[in-house]
């Protein structure tokens, strides 16, 4: 699918924000962030960034695409690991810069640590944190990991930075 | 509260990943995506961005604080618009470069157009947009406004940019 067709000009805010026409907004890096929820429970499973190119595979296929900023390629989620993400729908936000999906995850996880949600920490807040004397402590949410990322991706380094 | 106190430093992978020690990771810019879903129905509000500072101040307060990028400022968000967002949960993501609010809106609208949520229009893929010869057409998921941007924030310029 071709992105110069199916991606209009942004010409005005009028336009972007309460038209009717696909305009999206891609930062200095060419890359527009992308959030991904369950389309069941409402879990936020990732955040991602999408390329003009991803984000055009991810229309045409209606499997998510992202663009790995570590691996500087188009990523089709999934394709190692086989837990790709089906679109059930996809959004835009007000000014085009930012998509959301509401996905199926074919095998119930889409974190490369192995959680179902890569948010499977929570940072505590308000009266929780008032007594912090270090770095605050997160909790987990999930206790079992749904699948061994040392199985599903030999060989792969890890694409986390420090 | 003291940023330098209550984040810690980013030393393996592991140690950020499966640990439990809150260590963000802030870009180039010094800036963490964040993310705001509704804490009952789940709906995806807003995509923002939080320097340290902002970060800080969400933990401390309980209420959503982002840093705009437009005004290059903390943005105690609702302080214009009454419009605030009290956080219900707050998780951090596997490499801890993205923060989830699950949040109450008071007045329950997200966004500065007038929608409950920015994500207000879907974009058509698959099947639906394998014959478009321009750009997509978007649908509106909201078909009305929970208020006029002209009353609630009079004066003020549109952060939309193009």
Redesign the interface.
């Known amino acids: 699918?071709d992105s110069s067709?199916?991606?209009?000009e942004?010409?005005?805010?009028e336009q972007?924000?309460?038209?009717?026409?696909?305009?999206p907004?891609f930062d200095s890096n060419g890359l527009i962030?992308a959030?991904a929820?369950d389309y069941a429970?409402?879990?936020?499973l990732?955040?991602g960034y999408m390329n003009a190119e991803a984000l055009a595979k991810?229309?045409?296929?209606?499997e998510a695409h992202y663009f790995s900023r570590s691996r500087q390629a188009i990523w089709h989620k999934g394709a190692t690991s086989g837990l790709k993400q089906r679109?059930v729908?996809?959004?835009?936000?007000?000014?085009q810069d930012?998509?959301?999906l509401r996905v199926d995850v074919t095998g119930g996880a889409s974190?490369?640590?192995g959680?179902r949600s890569?948010?499977?920490?929570?940072?505590?807040?308000?009266e929780q944190?008032?007594d912090?004397?270090?770095?605050?402590?997160?909790?987990y949410?999930e206790t079992e990991k749904v699948f061994d990322p040392d199985e599903v991706y030999p060989g792969v380094p890890?694409?986390?930075?420090?």
């Open positions: 699918m067709k199916i991606f209009g942004r010409r005005t805010v972007v924000e309460e038209g009717h026409e696909l305009a907004k962030p959030v929820t429970s409402g879990e936020l990732m955040h991810t229309i045409e296929t209606g679109v729908e996809l959004r835009i936000d007000d000014d930012c998509v959301w974190c490369h640590v959680y890569c948010f499977y920490r929570t940072v505590p807040f308000g944190a008032a912090a004397s270090g770095p605050l402590r997160l909790e949410t890890n694409p986390t930075k420090l």
